[in-house]
């Protein structure tokens, strides 16, 4: 069955700090595996993009990881602000003929002063 | 910036009322897709179409339909609603490239309440 679990289901930081979110999916075929952010009220924004052949990616001071012999991701958060209080989406996409998207549940991030 | 558009930020309804909800995305986008956003699951997939009068079923199509007369518009339809059809409401647009090769744009959802 095709899963993708996020953990922790919340954390909560202090500003300044960093912290590293995980994603572990069971979708195969694999296509590419993608990092949202959904800030309170908002719908999901697109923070990275990864493909098969890709290890790390980073935009700003968010760091995406992709293992995909153990099928496993995480968001590195560096330097945590304010504004990095959201929910943070892993969605992984298979390539079964059509097009299968799985989304996790999220993990919701409080950064606090 | 590509601008997806829900008419209803909030919407409280009464059981068996018909619901419609409105999403409009202005970057001549083929794909175009309906989730609801319950706590605690991810995004479920209730419909999606990918061109005009087109639709597909996603995996959680019963008790809605969609409608896409226009390229640019596609309604989400609760022929009868039950409150198991409360739920935050999610539309999405994306390019004809696939839609893992490009990310979802969505609007900023609909909370709808069933009472």
């Known amino acids: 069955k095709n899963q993708v679990e996020q953990s922790p289901q919340s954390l909560i930081i202090l500003e300044g700090k960093n912290c590293t979110l995980q994603c572990n999916y069971t979708v195969s075929p694999f296509s590419n595996l993608r990092w949202y952010k959904q800030d309170t009220g908002r719908g999901p924004v697109s923070l990275t993009i990864?493909?098969?052949?890709?290890n790390t990616k980073s935009n700003g001071r968010y760091t995406a990881t992709l293992d995909a012999d153990t099928k496993q991701s995480s968001l590195h958060i560096t330097a945590s602000q304010l504004s990095d209080s959201a929910s943070y989406i892993c969605?992984?996409?298979?390539?079964?003929?059509?097009?299968?998207?799985?989304f996790g549940a999220g993990t919701r991030l409080f950064v606090k002063a | 910036d590509v601008k997806v558009t829900q008419s209803s930020r909030y919407l409280v309804k009464r059981t068996g009322e018909k619901v419609f909800l409105e999403c409009v995305q202005d970057m001549d986008h083929e794909n175009m897709f309906w989730y609801r956003q319950d706590p605690g699951l991810g995004l479920r997939l209730i419909y999606f179409s990918y061109d005009v009068k087109m639709k597909e079923k996603g995996d959680i199509p019963e008790g809605y339909s969609v409608s896409r007369e226009k390229k640019e518009r596609f309604s989400l339809i609760l022929e009868s609603a039950s409150t198991n059809q409360t739920s935050m409401y999610l539309c999405?647009?994306?390019?004809?490239?696939?839609?893992?090769?490009?990310?979802?744009?969505f609007g900023n959802g609909t909370r709808l309440t069933v009472t």
């Open positions: 990864m493909t098969f052949s890709e």
């Open positions: 999405a647009s994306s390019p004809h490239s696939g839609v893992g090769g490009s990310p979802l744009h």
């Open positions: 969605v992984v996409s298979g390539n079964t003929g059509g097009f299968k998207t799985i």
